[in-house]
């Protein structure tokens, strides 16, 4: 298909600000109009701009960069928008789906990398890292400052979401001689035996009989707040929780309840909701391990989510079949498809 030349805008927040240049993109897409833009609200894009652009890139997954259906309205001319990211919780899809605009999204970059964030999570809440390094550095050198550990080996570790990534880290933890379950109602029958895991009926069943829990859902209607106070009393007394998903799937003063009570003995939390604005109480807590919304980053995974981003726009410009529709059927009967 011989297309024009097309105008394409990438969307990154002031507040993570990725990349200052669009290079990657630029090289890929060569033949048509590349602009990046960093705001902080979407109200600060110009609506002439907005009204010329016929794909977007979205970098930015911060809540304060959302975009509603105010704001997909004023995008006259633009067929697809590509959300760079697994998540695309920041976008309002059902909005997008009736103004005939596809939404894609890349949800197998930077699988390593949160599965390894994940494990690399659960090792050190598991192992005390952060409590042994600070006794150390604080002039210590006794093994017995961390007791009680408890060996991994034959303990549960109940997964939550089990699409790319919940797989990755199945694999990951089995290594580590534990015994996976998994609960995810929308996973296909038969994946537990793919995987030689056990699938869970029911979020309370894992709840209920799981060691470790790892939450990598995606955030959702249906799966924010999906742990909240009823959740964390189903729970063995000394869970270890991780969350390498997003942060509005556990409601944190729930969270903060339960660590204090001793329910949950300790928590490895790549993401906390209002991120980056989280509460200081869980920087106080010597049993949270916080990593920053990092679980994400590797230079590989960078280049691979930029790359995907770029070919997928590309991709759509040429007319071609494209996967990681998140909005099935937007635009299948709309001209501006």
Same mark, same amino acid.
């Given at each position: 298909?011989?297309?024009?030349?097309?105008?394409?805008?990438?969307?990154?927040?002031? /507040?993570?600000?990725?990349?200052?240049?669009?290079?990657?993109?630029?090289?890929?897409?060569?033949?048509?109009?590349?602009?990046?833009?960093?705001?902080?609200?979407?109200?600060?894009?110009?609506? /002439?701009?907005?009204?010329?652009?016929?794909?977007?890139?979205?970098?930015?997954?911060?809540?304060?960069?959302?975009?509603?259906?105010?704001?997909?309205?004023?995008?006259?001319?633009?067929?697809?928008?590509?959300?760079?990211?697994?998540?695309?919780?920041?976008?309002?899809?059902?909005?997008?789906?009736?103004?005939?605009?596809?939404?894609?999204?890349?949800?197998?970059?930077? /699988?390593?990398?949160?599965?390894?964030?994940?494990?690399?999570?659960?090792?050190?809440?598991?192992?005390?890292?952060?409590?042994?390094?600070?006794?150390?550095?604080?002039?210590?050198?006794?093994?017995?400052?961390?007791?009680?550990?408890?060996?991994?080996?034959?303990?549960?570790?109940?997964?939550?979401?089990?699409?790319?990534?919940?797989?990755?880290?199945?694999?990951?933890?089995?290594?580590?001689?534990?015994?996976?379950?998994?609960?995810?109602?929308?996973?296909?029958?038969?994946?537990?035996?793919?995987?030689?895991?056990?699938?869970?009926?029911?979020?309370?069943?894992?709840?209920?009989?799981?060691?470790?829990?790892?939450?990598?859902?995606?955030?959702?209607?249906?799966?924010?707040?999906?742990?909240?106070?009823?959740?964390?009393?189903?729970?063995?007394?000394?869970?270890?929780?991780?969350?390498?998903?997003?942060?509005?799937?556990?409601?944190?003063?729930?969270?903060?309840?339960?660590?204090?009570?001793?329910?949950?003995?300790?928590?490895?939390?790549?993401?906390?909701?209002?991120?980056?604005?989280?509460?200081?109480?869980?920087?106080?807590?010597?049993?949270?391990?916080?990593?920053?919304?990092?679980?994400?980053?590797?230079?590989?995974?960078?280049?691979?989510?930029? /790359?995907?981003?770029?070919?997928?726009?590309?991709?759509?410009?040429?007319?071609?079949?494209?996967?990681?529709?998140?909005?099935?059927?937007?635009?299948?009967?709309?001209?501006?498809?």
């Amino acid at each position: 298909m011989n297309i024009g030349r097309e105008k394409i805008l990438i969307i990154d927040s002031t /507040t993570e600000k990725h990349f200052k240049k669009a290079i990657i993109e630029q090289e890929i897409l060569a033949e048509h109009d590349v602009q990046l833009v960093h705001i902080s609200h979407v109200n600060e894009l110009p609506l /002439t701009l907005l009204s010329e652009v016929n794909y977007l890139i979205i970098w930015a997954c911060v809540p304060a960069v959302s975009f509603d259906k105010a704001f997909l309205s004023s995008l006259k001319n633009c067929r697809t928008i590509v959300k760079a990211a697994v998540g695309y919780d920041n976008i309002d899809i059902s909005a997008a789906r009736e103004l005939g605009i596809s939404v894609l999204n890349i949800p197998d970059y930077g /699988t390593e990398e949160v599965a390894d964030h994940a494990l690399a999570l659960m090792l050190g809440i598991a192992r005390k890292l952060e409590e042994i390094n600070l006794h150390v550095k604080q002039g210590g050198w006794d093994w017995a400052s961390v007791k009680k550990l408890y060996r991994l080996r034959g303990r549960k570790l109940g997964i939550i979401g089990f699409g790319r990534i919940g797989g990755a880290v199945a694999r990951r933890a089995a290594m580590f001689g534990l015994n996976v379950q998994f609960y995810d109602p929308n996973a296909v029958s038969g994946l537990d035996k793919t995987h030689g895991v056990v699938r869970c009926e029911s979020l309370k069943t894992l709840l209920a009989t799981s060691d470790i829990i790892s939450v990598n859902a995606s955030l959702n209607p249906s799966s924010y707040h999906l742990l909240s106070h009823a959740e964390f009393d189903i729970m063995k007394k000394g869970v270890l929780l991780v969350n390498t998903a997003r942060g509005g799937i556990i409601d944190s003063e729930a969270l903060f309840s339960a660590i204090k009570s001793g329910k949950v003995a300790a928590a490895g939390l790549d993401v906390l909701e209002n991120e980056p604005n989280i509460p200081d109480c869980f920087r106080q807590l010597d049993n949270v391990l916080l990593t920053a919304h990092s679980a994400f980053y590797t230079e590989e995974s960078f280049l691979e989510m930029r /790359t995907k981003s770029a070919e997928l726009v590309q991709q759509k410009m040429n007319g071609l079949h494209v996967r990681n529709c998140v909005n099935e059927n937007a635009g299948e009967q709309s001209v501006r498809y």
